[in-house]
T-cell receptor
Framework: KNEVEQSPQNLTAQEGEFITINCSYSVGISALHWLQQHPGGGIVSLFMLSSGKKKHGRLIATINIQEKHSSLHITASHPRDSAVYICAVSNNDMRFGAGTRLTVKP | EAEVAQSPRYKITEKSQAVAFWCDPISGHATLYWYRQILGQGPELLVQFQDESVVDDSQLPKDRFSAERLKGVDSTLKIQPAELGDSAMYLC????????????FGPGTRLTVL
């Protein structure tokens, strides 16, 4: 079993829909990261959080340390949000989930 | 805004050939990471440098892979000889502090071994 599990693996949505991607982890962490990987391969860090909730534009990330669970929400989704979203946890090193491939259709 | 640079962006090679990838981290970042990402999976750490020293290379296949960061700035990852299973995206990332662990990723090098 992977230490970082994401769901769903693939997600297709219509433009404007509210999207949720989930991440569960089984190891102790100092922080959890949400990353966005574009089709060309480059990875962009969206959030790093260790408690509570963070918001940036239409993106919201939450974490529940007791339940070892985090969610990434996208409000009013847009085709340009189409990407792979990767959850990663860090302590002494960084462990990555397999990613969620999001496709937002116009 | 400062970025992590990688080259080449794409590399196609035949098996048994040697390949090399280059990474230039964000200026001042002491920690540099090389990851391999197989299609459909998350990145897997190959090697971590702190300045010019290797901190973690436990997942690096040392029979064919080597990495160096001689002056503690840019880094080279080499595969010799390349095998079909090495086809993947090779990502470089850098961080100013390995304990805070905010890593900045480069665009990656997509390797195809024929």
């Amino acid at each position: 079993k992977n230490e970082v599990e994401q769901s769903p693996q693939n997600l297709t949505a219509q433009e404007g829909e509210f999207i949720t991607i989930n991440c569960s982890y089984s190891v102790g962490i100092s922080a959890l990261h949400w990353l966005q990987q574009h089709p060309g391969g480059g990875i962009v860090s969206l959030f790093m959080l260790s408690s509570g909730k963070k918001k940036h534009g239409r993106l919201i990330a939450t974490i529940n340390i007791q339940e070892k669970h985090s969610s990434l929400h996208i409000t009013a989704s847009h085709p340009r949000d189409s990407a792979v979203y990767i959850c990663a946890v860090s302590n002494n090193d960084m462990r990555f989930g397999a990613g969620t491939r999001l496709t937002v259709k116009p | 805004e400062a970025e992590v640079a990688q080259s080449p962006r794409y590399k196609i090679t035949e098996k048994s050939q040697a390949v090399a990838f280059w990474c230039d981290p964000i200026s001042g970042h002491a920690t540099l990471y090389w990851y391999r990402q197989i299609l459909g999976q998350g990145p897997e750490l190959l090697v971590q440098f702190q300045d010019e020293s290797v901190v973690d290379d436990s997942q690096l296949p040392k029979d064919r892979f080597s990495a160096e960061r001689l002056k503690g700035v840019d880094s080279t990852l080499k595969i010799q000889p390349a095998e079909l299973g090495d086809s993947a995206m090779y990502l470089c990332a850098s961080s100013s502090d390995p304990y805070i662990n905010t890593q900045y990723f480069g665009p990656g090098t997509r390797l195809t071994v024929l």
